[in-house]
């Protein structure tokens, strides 16, 4: 999966000139946390953050409150926003795993997606939530199924045996993950979403595959 | 319109008012039409009022030569010693009020610039249709010769055919139609170009209908619009015209007063008395300008009507 | 076996709460100033528009569709304005914004396709210079990569050639490509809204198909909101995934595109939905029903439900309180329409019947006698019609340069028997009009017979004895310029009259009204002005006319095609009214295949001047088929969201009429050629020969029957429920 498909496309985007309150109204509103700053032709200017929006301390208690009122009055999104040199971007033809690597190695929750390195222009946004929901696809959710997990050797063709067995018995399987297992070593644990069938009938067809256990089944939806 | 349904035959004449006010409210909606037919509207009324009484005889010596204005005389004398107010107003009727037929004191009503741009029209709107709905060599041989007409400056067209016929008011008609039949031929072709292609002239077609009908019956009462308001400034630019001609000393023939011939005979004495030249000329300017705010005002507000 | 992980349906962001609308319009009202007040365009629409979704806008027209979309890219114009209401767009509020933030918006993330691609394209700039500004302009990209995106997303829309469009101008495309250009160029600043107001409408069917066909394309891989505005019920029905049905300015019902065709809930919906023929109807078992009356005008309608004086099922309560926007289950799936509507719980379409004062055909149309045996009315045997073309070269000018002719019509014989009416389909610039204009003597033939009612009519009409001019009339498309704006509906009426003498002079005026009233419109009419009266009556008068000398054939070029569908299917019913009565026999030309079929007894289909097949109305709509046919047929949109259709796109453009392919002209495009051994290498040599399937059908094609028969119905519709 490429950033290009889990992104969220046309995210919302503000201008410079906005109040930073009307900012916080729009991120409140429809429950987001980023918000990309843009000027002519969609080129990134900045991205605002809920963090960014929060006023410090040290600065609150320099001000008398007729002051406050003012200074929140006058606050522009130019003003709180991390300057467009200092985001953190991605383009659309990166792997969603290095969006992921990206994300965490900065501890960020957002990556502002552009088009063009050298403009910088957003085309859209990953956040933790989009890379949520593709981790919850790969594994093959929203549809109903049977969640099978099996424990195999770390050996070139054991992959194979659990799909020409699937592929006996004319199942379909919508998302497939596959992990070292935990604590045990040259294990890997393989997870499969098996639709329209029973659950009992999987474990049956599954148990005889040779050198490999079942270790967990269930029904999803 | 619920009433008792009258005889179907009396249902037509009542709508003919109703169009008019229809037509006035379309002027009054705009200021600038408005202002231009007052404009108009005073130098007609003028004109009619001069017909039964004018201050003093417009063509008599009665006054002393070359006053100011004073209180005798309101606009002061010219250089005979004539009244200037009585000479300006009894100056309309040529213009827009009568033409004088040759060698008899007969009068048709009209002035010389309205018969002049209606002859204009007439001749225009012939050969635009024509032009406009038979095409090919029609087209060509009208517009051709149309074109070369134009080549001559209008002034010089009009010294031609007056020097080769002599003054009268039916020359000056002449010349006046003569000249502006170009202009209207090529706007009544265009029009023509344009209804020609919509489906009620095919429907006229497949009824067989002949040519002549299709033109004057079908194509030239929806040319109307356009073509009254350039009629209108067509009135203008004829008043105009006799107003050159009159300068030039070959535009209406004496002894009655036109607005032209009173500049032209101010003109020689400016140097000594300017104030002569000035009630004329206000006067053509006033209702060329009128003529010209009203067309212009109509057109502006027939072509939002019409969307 | 079936790919394993296959599950197309997009799902994912159904699963997943996604963030909030596109655009989301709520309670808005767009008033324009005029002379005496101000005009309420609209009055009240709501919706909102999430990613990746198309939104259609239905509605006849004056009801207020495109003002919505104009509010929304503030292109009101200086007397319009945004009078209530909001329109939030991507989370802010649009209305109230400068006039600078708009535009920087509508460059950047708001793009708009209109129905005429020109008024989007500058005539004056070679199309990739118009295209790669918007990337220069704005962006900063060079204008090398400016040209290779432009090249990319011209690709991508398919374009035939594309770098070759880059250097032309806009007026050497044709209006199918001018479309696909201006959809690249909204699509190169990867809009979050596209507007497309009747982008389809003035476009061929199969090019429109192909049209449709790539916007859902490119809405899935642009993940672009799209706000779709038709008055086609059959393009929504393909296209969309919701519907905002609008009436008199208001959203009267709004759901998936789903439930609005199957259970539509609003009086006004089921309405429009029956008076549009689906492909497949025909005269003599379904019966159009239009929605009587007409629309409001704007500083007209009624206090209480705008739709309530064309309603059915109008209560005391309609009048009086205005219906609010509700949602209301509709029993597919789980999908519940916003209604504006007091009672429609209570409302069952099903239940429905007509009511008395409804304009309807009589009975059934009696099954007319076949063309071989009845007796021919006309009869036309290869007729040609070729118009000179001037070049503009020297030599042509001289008169020495080769002579080039535009071959419109070419060898078409056809016979017409008494009392049938014949159809005839085809693209635009197939030759049809010009058909029909030599018929009636408008044209003279360059070859060829015709015979009518025995007498020869092959000449033009100022040759012709006025008895028979008599006997041919036409009714016309456009109703704004059927009539003549100086005149009265009765002087109208009465000048073919008065021409042939078919009445004495003192009954005229009794005449007239008679044929007014056949064509249900009072006396009143006789003295009203053209501009007085709505696009329905113009068309009536415009039949009135046609009827007035007693013709024995009327050729009506595409009467309906300019007119609101609910009043199409009344003008379609008052001219089978006339042939019951008048026994008139009527040749009626239109390029909507479903009108066609339902209006027809017999159908000719035209390409490039030729006719490719003929034959009764039910034959030419199942196999076998002449494969531009079934092209033209899995092009139609049709207005039910279930029905399966083929997929056929033809390819290429109609070629040029100036220098036709040999052999069969439809060679070029056909995509049944293979079926031929040697790929149809005699297509494009031999003229095909005709093909005769019985019953007077026949197929101008060198495929054999026994070949076209093979083929698979074009159209199998899920039984509907009654």
């Known amino acids: 999966m490429l950033v290009n498909d889990c992104m969220t496309r046309h995210p919302i985007l503000v201008s410079s000139t906005l109040p930073a309150a009307e900012a916080q109204r729009i991120m409140v509103e429809h429950h987001i946390r980023h918000l990309p700053v843009v000027g002519e032709g969609k080129r990134l200017l900045g991205l605002v953050t809920r963090q960014s929006l929060t006023i410090k301390p040290d600065t609150l208690a ?93 050996r070139k063709g054991e992959f194979a045996k659990i799909a020409s067995v699937v592929a006996a018995q004319r199942w379909g399987i919508v998302g497939v993950a596959s992990y070292p297992a935990r604590r045990i070593p040259d294990r890997y644990d393989v997870v499969l979403k098996i639709t329209e069938v029973g659950p009992e009938e999987v474990q049956r067809v599954l148990q005889q595959i040779p050198d490999q256990e079942l270790i967990d089944i269930r029904t999803v939806a | ?34 202002i231009g037919l007052a404009l108009v509207l005073f130098w007609v009324v003028v004109g009619l009022v001069s017909i039964f009484w004018t201050p003093y005889p417009p063509n008599s010596s009665l006054f002393a030569q070359n006053q100011l204005p004073n209180s005798t005389n309101w606009l002061g004398t010219d250089h005979l010693g004539r009244d200037i107010l009585s000479r300006l107003m009894a100056g309309t009727q040529v213009i827009l009020l009568k033409t004088r037929l040759p060698n008899r004191d007969w009068v048709i009503p009209g002035g010389v610039a309205l018969w002049g741009v209606l002859g204009a029209l007439a001749f225009g709107s012939f050969l635009g249709l024509n032009a406009g709905y038979r095409g090919g060599w029609w087209d060509q041989v009208i517009m051709q010769t149309l074109d070369a007409l134009v080549a001559f400056p209008a002034i010089v067209l009009y010294l031609v055919i007056i020097t080769a016929f002599q003054r009268g008011d039916l020359v000056v008609i002449f010349a006046i139609a003569l000249t502006g039949t170009p202009g209207i031929a090529r706007l009544v072709r265009s029009l023509t170009l344009d209804i020609k292609t919509r489906d009620f002239i095919r429907a006229a077609e497949t009824r067989g209908e002949s040519a002549f009908y299709i ?66 000329s206000l006067a053509i300017a006033s209702l060329v300008v009128g003529l010209n705010l009203f067309a212009d005002g109509l057109r502006e507000e027939l072509a939002r009507y019409q969307k | 076996m079936q790919a394993p992980i296959a599950d197309p349906v997009r799902s994912t962001h159904a699963s997943i709460p996604g963030p909030g609308p596109v655009l989301k319009v709520e309670n808005l009202a767009v008033a324009y100033k005029v002379r005496g007040g101000e005009i309420e365009a609209v009055h009240e629409a709501s919706f909102e528009i999430y990613r990746g979704e198309s939104h259609g806008i239905v509605g006849e027209s004056g009801c207020g569709k495109s003002t919505v979309a104009w509010a929304i890219v503030n292109f009101l114009g200086p007397n319009g304005y945004v009078k209530r209401g909001s329109i939030t767009f991507l989370g802010q509020e649009l209305v109230g914004k400068s006039e600078e933030e708009l535009r920087r918006l509508r460059g950047d993330q708001i793009a708009m396709v209109f129905q005429d691609p020109m008024q989007a394209l500058n005539p004056s700039l070679r199309i990739g210079d118009q295209m790669t500004e918007v990337l220069t302009v704005h962006r900063g990209i060079s204008r090398e990569e400016a040209e290779a995106r432009c090249l990319q997303m011209l690709e991508r829309v398919y374009m035939p050639d594309p ?132 629309v409001p005008p704007p500083n007209a309608r009624p206090f209480g439900c705008v739709f309530a004086p064309r309603c059915d099922y ?25 209604v504006r509507c007091h009672f429609a719980e209570e409302i069952d379409p099903g239940r429905w019947r007509p009511t008395l004062d409804m304009e309807l055909p009589m009975a059934a149309a009696t099954s007319p006698a076949s063309p071989d045996t009845g007796e021919a009315l006309l009869r036309i045997e290869g007729l040609r019609k070729y118009y000179r073309v001037q070049g503009n070269t020297l030599r042509d000018v001289l008169g020495l340069g080769e002579k080039r002719y535009v071959k419109a019509v070419e060898d078409v014989s056809l016979s017409v028997p008494k009392g049938i009416t014949l159809g005839i389909v085809g693209e635009s610039g197939c030759g049809k009009t010009t058909l029909v204009k030599t018929i009636i003597g408008l044209e003279e033939p360059s070859e060829g017979k015709m015979h009518f009612l025995g007498f020869d009519i092959s000449n033009g009409i100022d040759k012709r004895d006025v008895r028979l001019i008599q006997e041919l009339q036409m009714v016309f498309q456009n109703p704004d310029a059927t009539m003549n704006p100086a005149y009265t509906v009765g002087q109208q009426i009465a000048r073919p009259m008065l021409r042939f003498k078919t009445v004495s002079k003192q009954q005229v005026r009794e005449e007239v009204i008679r044929l007014l009233k056949a064509m249900r419109l009072d006396a009143s009419y006789y003295d009203r002005l053209p501009r007085q009266l709505s696009g329905g009556e113009k068309q009536r008068v415009g039949i009135a006319r046609a009827l007035a000398s007693r013709p024995d054939l009327i050729l009506c070029d595409e009467p309906v095609s300019a007119l609101d569908v609910s009043v199409q299917a009344a003008i379609l019913n008052l001219l089978l009214e006339v042939q019951r009565q008048f026994g008139t026999t009527l040749i009626f030309i239109a390029h909507d295949l479903s009108v066609v079929r339902f209006f027809s007894d017999y159908v000719a289909v035209m390409y490039l001047g030729q006719i490719v097949e003929i034959g009764p109305a039910e034959a030419i709509y199942a196999p076998p088929y002449h494969p531009y046919t079934e092209a033209l047929l899995s092009a139609v949109p049709i207005p039910d969201p279930k029905a399966q259709q083929k997929r056929i796109r033809l390819e290429g453009t109609v070629p040029s009429a100036l220098n036709p392919p040999g052999g069969c002209r439809f060679h070029t495009r056909c995509p049944r050629r293979h079926l031929l051994p040697d790929g149809g290498r005699i297509c494009e040599t031999e003229t095909p020969p005709w093909r005769d399937a019985g019953q007077g059908h026949r197929i101008f094609c060198h495929l054999p029957l026994a070949i076209l028969r093979t083929l698979d119905p074009v159209l199998t519709t899920p039984s509907h429920e009654a």
């Open chain 3, 163 to 294: 770098a070759n469009v880059l250097r032309r101008y806009p007026h050497q495309l044709s209006g199918g490509q001018q479309q696909r250009v201006v959809i690249a160029m909204a699509l190169l600043n990867n809009p979050a809204l596209l507007i497309m107001d009747e982008p389809t409408t003035a476009l061929d069917v199969t090019v429109e198909a192909a049209v449709l066909d790539l916007i859902a394309e490119l809405q899935r891989d642009f993940d672009t909101a799209i706000m779709f505005i038709t008055h086609n019920l059959g393009v929504v029905a393909r296209i969309c995934d919701k519907v905002g049905v609008m009436y008199a300015g208001e959203m009267v019902e709004r759901g998936t595109v789903e439930a609005i065709f199957a259970r539509p809930q609003h009086p006004y919906t089921q309405g429009l939905l029956r008076c549009v023929p689906r492909l497949g109807m025909n005269k003599a078992e379904s019966i159009l029903y239009p929605i009587r009356g007409r």
């Open chain 3, 314 to 338: 109008a209560r005391e309560r309609c009048l009086q309180e205005k219906p609010r926007l509700r949602p209301v289950a509709t029993g597919v799936g789980e999908s519940v329409s916003e």
């Open chain 1, 62 to 154: 320099s001000l008398n409150v007729w002051e406050i009122s003012r200074f929140l009055a006058t606050m522009t999104v130019e003003r709180v926003m991390v300057k467009a040199d200092q985001v953190i971007t991605i383009t659309p033809d990166r792997t969603a795993e290095r969006a992921a690597r990206i994300m965490t190695e900065h501890k960020i929750g957002c990556l502002v997606v552009v088009e063009d390195t050298r403009n910088l222009i957003v085309v859209g946004i990953v956040t933790e939530t989009d890379l949520l929901a593709a981790f919850q696809e790969m594994l093959g959710l929203p549809t109903a199924g049977v969640r099978v997990t099996m424990r195999i050797p770390n």
């Open chain 2, 1 to 34: 319109m619920s009433v008792a349904q009258p005889a179907l035959d009396t249902l037509a004449p009542p709508i003919q008012p109703k169009r008019w006010r229809e037509n006035l409210q379309i002027i009054l909606a705009s200021r600038v039409a408005t």
């Open chain 2, 215 to 280: 033109m004057f019956r079908e194509i030239l009462p929806n040319a109307r619009g356009p073509l009254l308001v350039d009629a209108m400034l067509r009135v203008g630019y004829a008043i105009f015209a006799i107003g050159t001609l009159g300068f030039l000393g070959v535009g209406l023939p004496p002894p009655d007063p036109d607005w032209g011939s009173m500049v032209n005979d101010a003109r020689r004495y400016i140097f000594v008395f300017p104030w002569g030249v000035i009630p004329p």
